[in-house]
């Protein structure tokens, strides 16, 4: 069997990724409303009840804004980290919910393992995830300001990876956005530029490495071709090929990527 991912959505908007084993169904995030979750779920024949748990990598409202509504139809479990529930909750972020699991470093789902690893974001306490059934993994690490040694160690020996190309620095700086903005979205608790995101791939890439998902691309500061030729660009210097030695995609905004599996 193969261990599947399948983006529903993905920018500062709205993000909610799909991830699959055998009968294990779950979601990283619902930042969109439940309509369109239904709906792409609905495109890759998964049905919302049949979804098992909802993972959760931090409060900010473009990953949490449509998990209550989701949980108030279904009564998925969700998981997030104590100190993020208290956050939820101190702020009425989602409303009332049921089915409130505290997230752990490693969480089993029938044959899936969950791992959650801390990063470094303007959040009380964010996570990305790996994981992992059968020796295959999928890294998935977005809303990230730095990689740190333990995620660039994690990360080395996955299988596919989702990784956060949210903007391009020079679209930042000459951009419209607020100076406090643009300094918190450069700065080690904000997110990952193209040249850094594309710098770690290039420097993780293995030969088991298939795929990389560019993700979370800010629809204000990058443009998918850019990311693209950067990532491009930087594995073309470790003398990598796209489509010989990996495979890129970019998540699109309210379009399912394809799914794709290890």
Request: glycine share 6%.
């Amino acid at each position: 069997m193969k261990l599947k991912l399948c983006t529903l959505a993905s920018s500062s908007s709205g993000n909610c990724t799909y991830i699959n084993f055998e009968d294990t169904h779950i979601l990283v995030d619902i930042g969109i409303s439940k309509k369109r979750t239904i709906e792409a779920l609905n495109q890759i024949d998964v049905k919302p009840e049949s979804i098992q748990a909802i993972f959760v990598t931090h409060e900010h409202c473009d990953h949490v804004k449509g998990i209550g509504v989701f949980n108030r139809k279904y009564n998925t479990p969700i998981y997030a980290t104590k100190k993020t529930w208290e956050v939820i909750d101190k702020n009425n972020l989602i409303g009332k919910v049921s089915n409130k699991r505290i997230l752990q470093q490693t969480t089993k789902i029938k044959n899936l393992t969950i791992q959650s690893y801390k990063v470094s974001h303007d959040a009380v306490d964010p996570v990305g995830y790996i994981f992992e059934a059968e020796k295959k993994r999928i890294a998935l690490f977005t809303d990230i300001g730095i990689i740190d040694t333990n995620i660039l160690t994690a990360v080395k020996n996955c299988n596919g990876i989702m990784l956060e190309f949210n903007h391009d620095p020079n679209m930042v700086e000459v951009g419209n956005y607020p100076y406090y903005l643009k300094r918190r979205i450069l700065g080690e608790k904000g997110h990952l530029s193209n040249d850094t995101a594309a710098k770690i791939l290039a420097d993780i890439y293995h030969q088991d490495l298939k795929w990389a998902m560019l993700a979370h691309l800010s629809g204000e500061n990058n443009l998918p071709d850019l990311a693209y030729i950067t990532t491009k660009n930087a594995l073309e210097e470790k003398g990598l090929t796209i489509g010989k030695h990996i495979q890129i995609y970019v998540a699109e905004k309210y379009i399912n990527s394809p799914l794709l599996s290890v």
